[in-house]
C-alpha cells in the first residue's frame, strides 16, 4: 500500500510540487515573516515552468543558468523602469533576446516564458522594496528549489524514468490487446486502423520521451539505471514485434473460417497484455519481476501454423508471438544494442545566435510572437490605466502552448478554470476565516490541484486561482477587491494569446504537412538502403528504425492538429489521412524487415540492388509529386514493372515486405497528385517547392 501512495505518478508530483511551495511559507511563519514565505515561494512557479526539476547530466549547471537569468531579468526590469522606459519596449527586449535559447535546445527552450514570468513577477514588486531583494528572492528560491528536488530525486531515484517506462508498457499492452482482440473486424482500414495508430504513435512518443531521458542522465556509474536501460531495450524489442502487421485480411478472414485460429490469437494477445500490466507497475513501484511463462498458448499458435501451411497468418502470428514470449520470460532483450548518439543535440551559443538570426528560424518567430503579444497585453493594461498589468501578461505566457489547437483548449481551461476559481475565493473571503485555517486550506487545495493538473488543467486551474486570491488577501488584506478586476484580465490575456496564435506568424500544421511528410519518406529511403545493403549492423538498422517511426510521429501528430486548424481545405486533409495510412503501412514493413534482417533473412546482392532502386524510384517520385507543383505526366510506368525479370518462384518474407511497400508507394503517388490540386491557395502554398530547414 504504502508503495502505491508513494510511487504513484501523481501523487509523488503532487506531493513533491506542494512541499516546495509550501515550507517556505511554514519557515516564514516560524520567523514571524508569513509576507517574505509568500514571496519565497512564487519562484518555483518559474522553476517549474523552466524545467528545472528535469532529471540531468548537468543538473546544477542548469539551475545557475536558471537563477542568474531570472536575476538578470528582475534586474533589467526595476532599472529600465526606474530610467522611465515604456514596458512594451522592456518586454519586447527581453523576449527577442531570451528567445536564442529555443535553438541551443527545446529543454533551454523554456527558459524563455520561464523568465519572463520572473520579469512580470517583478512589475508589482518593483517600487515596494529595494532593488536587490528581488534579486535575492529569486537566486535564494532557485537555490531552495534545486537542492530539494536533488534531495527528492536522490531519495527517489530515476523515478520519473520509471513513470515513462511504466506508461510505455501499459501502453503497449493496450496496443497488444487491441490489435488482436476482434481479429475479423480489422478488415476494413478505414474504422479499424485510426484507433490503432493513435495507439501506435503514443508509444513511439513514449519510446522517444524514454530516450531523451537516458540521454540527460549518466548511466554508467549506476547499476539501477543500468536494469531500466535493458527494461527500455526490452520495450524496443516489443514494440518492433508488437507492431508489425501482415495486412492480408482475406487470408486472415480464410484462417478464422477454417479454424479456432480467432480465439487462440486473442488468447495469446491477452496473455502478453495482463503480462505487460503487471510489469508496468512492477517497474513503477520498485518491485521484481516474477516467473512467466506462456507456452501453452504459443504451443497453440505453432499448432495452427502446422495444420494450415498454406496460410501466411498462422506462421505470422506464431513467430511474433514466439519472440514476444520470449522476451517477457527471460526478462532480457533478443539482442543488446549500443544506443546510438542521440540526434538532437546541445548547441553552443554561437552557433544558435547565427541560427536564430536567420528569418526562417522559428524560435526567432516564436519570440516575435511574444514580444507582440506582450506588448499588446501591457497597452491594454495602460488602456485600463493598469501601471502593472502583470495579471494580462501572466495570463498570455501560461495559456499560449505551441500549436492551435493546443493553445484553444488551454485558454478555455484557463478561462473557466479562473471564473469558477475567482467566485469560490470571492464567496469564502466574506466568512473572514482566521489565518491558520486559512493556510491550512490553502495547503489542501495546492496538494488537490497538482494532484489533478496533469488530467484536468481546467478544475485545477480553479483550485490555483483560489490560492492566488488568498495570497493576495495575505499580503495586502484587500483581496477581495481584485476578483471583478483578475477576471477582466484573465478574458483580455485569453483573448490577445488567441489572437496572437491566430494572426501573427502562425504556424498551421496543415501548412506544414508537405514538408513533413518528405520528411518521412526521406527517412524510408534512408532505412531501405540500409537493409538492403551487404554491410549493415544492428545498432544501425535499429537507431534507423526509430529514425523512421519519428518521423512518421512527426507527420500523424502534424495532420491531427491540422485537422483542428480552422479556413483550410477539408477534402485535401482527407485525402492526406489516406496518404498517412499508407505511410503508416510501409513503417510497419520496415518494422517488419529490420527484425528480418538482424536474424540474417536477406537477400542476394543482385535482388537487394535491384528492390532497392525500384523504391528509390517510388520514393523520389512520390517526394517530386510533393515538392513540385506540375502536373502528373500521363502514361508514367508503375515500379513493380521494373521487377518482372525477377527468378521466379514463391517470395521470401523480405521479398513480400518489398512488394507491399512498393504498393503503398504507388497508392501514395497517385493520393498525393489528387489531394494536390485541393490544397488551400494562401500563405505557404503559394509557394511552388518546398523551403529549405
Not at 26 to 36: C, D, F
Not at 320 to 327: E, G, T
Not at 601 to 627: F, K, P
Not at 663 to 668: D, K, P, R, T, V
Amino acid at each position: 500500500m504504502w508503495r502505491r501512495l508513494i510511487y504513484h505518478p501523481e501523487i509523488n508530483y503532487a506531493l513533491r510540487q506542494t512541499l516546495v511551495l509550501c515550507l517556505p511559507v511554514a519557515v516564514g511563519i516560524l520567523l514571524g515573516h508569513l509576507q517574505n514565505g509568500l514571496l519565497f515561494s512564487l519562484v518555483p512557479a518559474c522553476c517549474n515552468i523552466a524545467g528545472l526539476d528535469t532529471p540531468h547530466k548537468r543538473f546544477f549547471k542548469r539551475l545557475i543558468v536558471g537563477g542568474s537569468l531570472f536575476a538578470g531579468c528582475s534586474l533589467a526590469v526595476q532599472l529600465l523602469l526606474f530610467n522611465a522606459v515604456p514596458l512594451p519596449l522592456i518586454l519586447t527586449g527581453l523576449a527577442m533576446i531570451l528567445g536564442v535559447t529555443a535553438e541551443i535546445s527545446s529543454l533551454h527552450a523554456r527558459l524563455l516564458p520561464a523568465s519572463l514570468i520572473a520579469a512580470i513577477f517583478t512589475l508589482s514588486l518593483a517600487g515596494n522594496m529595494p532593488v536587490w531583494q528581488p534579486l535575492l528572492i529569486y537566486a535564494l528560491g532557485t537555490l531552495w528549489y534545486g537542492l530539494f528536488n536533488w534531495l527528492w530525486f536522490w531519495l527517489w531515484r530515476e523515478q520519473p524514468l520509471r513513470e515513462s517506462l511504466s506508461l510505455l508498457y501499459r501502453n503497449l499492452a493496450d496496443y497488444c490487446e487491441a490489435k488482436y482482440s476482434m481479429l475479423t473486424q480489422h478488415a476494413d482500414p478505414e474504422t479499424a486502423l485510426p484507433p490503432l495508430l493513435t495507439r501506435q504513435q503514443k508509444a513511439v512518443d513514449l519510446i522517444t520521451q524514454c530516450y531523451q531521458q537516458l540521454h540527460m542522465l549518466s548511466l554508467n556509474r549506476n547499476g539501477e539505471y543500468k536494469r531500466l536501460l535493458r527494461i527500455f531495450q526490452m520495450g524496443l524489442d516489443l514494440q518492433e514485434h508488437i507492431s508489425v502487421s501482415l495486412h492480408q485480411p482475406a487470408e486472415v478472414q480464410k484462417l478464422v473460417e477454417q479454424s479456432h485460429a480467432e480465439a487462440v490469437i486473442r488468447w495469446n494477445a491477452q496473455t502478453v497484455s495482463a503480462r505487460l500490466r503487471v510489469m508496468a507497475d512492477d517497474i513503477l513501484y520498485h518491485r521484481l519481476p516474477t516467473r512467466f511463462n506462456m507456452d501453452k498458448q504459443t504451443g497453440a499458435l505453432e499448432k495452427i501454423a502446422r495444420q494450415h501451411p498454406d496460410n501466411p497468418v498462422g506462421q505470422f502470428c506464431a513467430w511474433h508471438f514466439n519472440r514476444i514470449a520470449r522476451v517477457l520470460q527471460s526478462h532480457r532483450p533478443l539482442y543488446s544494442r549500443n544506443l546510438m548518439a542521440d540526434s538532437e543535440r546541445r548547441l553552443p551559443l554561437l552557433p544558435a545566435l547565427k541560427s536564430y538570426l536567420s528569418l526562417k528560424s522559428p524560435a526567432l518567430r516564436n519570440a516575435a510572437r511574444l514580444s507582440v503579444m506582450l506588448s499588446a497585453a501591457s497597452l491594454a493594461g495602460a488602456a485600463l490605466n493598469l501601471p502593472k498589468p502583470y495579471w494580462i501578461l501572466m495570463t498570455v505566457l501560461l495559456v499560449t502552448q505551441n500549436g492551435y489547437g493546443a493553445t484553444r483548449v488551454r485558454i478555455f481551461h484557463r478561462a473557466a478554470g479562473t471564473l469558477a476559481g475567482l467566485f469560490i475565493a470571492g464567496a469564502t473571503l466574506h466568512f473572514r476565516v482566521p489565518e491558520s485555517y486559512t493556510l491550512s486550506g490553502m495547503l489542501l487545495v495546492t496538494l488537490i490541484s497538482y494532484l489533478i493538473v496533469r488530467k484536468s488543467y481546467g478544475w485545477a486551474t480553479v483550485g490555483f486561482t483560489v490560492t492566488a486570491v488568498y495570497t493576495l488577501q495575505l499580503l495586502t488584506l484587500h483581496g477581495d477587491q481584485f476578483i471583478f478586476a483578475r477576471l477582466i484580465d484573465t478574458l483580455i490575456g485569453c483573448l490577445i494569446a488567441f489572437a496572437g496564435m491566430v494572426w501573427l506568424w502562425p504556424q498551421w500544421q496543415s501548412g506544414l504537412l508537405r514538408q513533413n511528410a518528405h520528411d518521412a519518406l526521406e527517412a524510408d529511403q534512408n532505412a531501405l538502403r540500409l537493409l538492403l545493403s551487404a554491410d549493415h549492423e544492428a545498432p544501425a538498422m535499429a537507431y534507423q528504425r526509430m529514425r523512421v517511426n519519428q518521423a512518421h510521429n512527426t507527420l500523424y501528430n502534424s495532420l491531427n492538429q491540422a485537422m483542428q486548424e480552422p479556413g483550410f481545405n477539408n477534402n485535401y486533409l482527407a485525402d492526406m489521412k489516406l496518404w498517412v495510412t499508407h505511410s503508416q503501412f510501409i513503417v510497419e514493413h520496415i518494422n517488419a524487415m529490420t527484425i528480418l534482417a538482424r536474424e540474417h533473412n536477406m537477400l542476394t546482392e543482385n535482388l537487394a540492388q535491384r528492390y532497392l532502386e525500384s523504391c528509390e524510384i517510388a520514393l523520389q517520385r512520390c517526394q517530386q509529386r510533393l515538392e513540385y507543383d506540375d502536373p502528373g505526366v500521363n502514361g508514367e510506368n508503375n515500379v513493380m514493372e521494373s521487377l518482372e525479370g525477377r527468378p521466379q518462384g514463391p517470395l521470401s518474407p523480405m521479398e513480400i515486405h518489398l512488394h507491399r511497400i512498393l504498393g503503398h508507394l504507388n497508392s501514395m503517388y497517385t493520393i498525393s497528385s489528387v489531394a494536390w490540386r485541393q490544397r488551400p491557395h494562401h500563405g505557404i502554398w503559394l509557394s511552388r517547392r518546398l523551403r529549405e530547414r
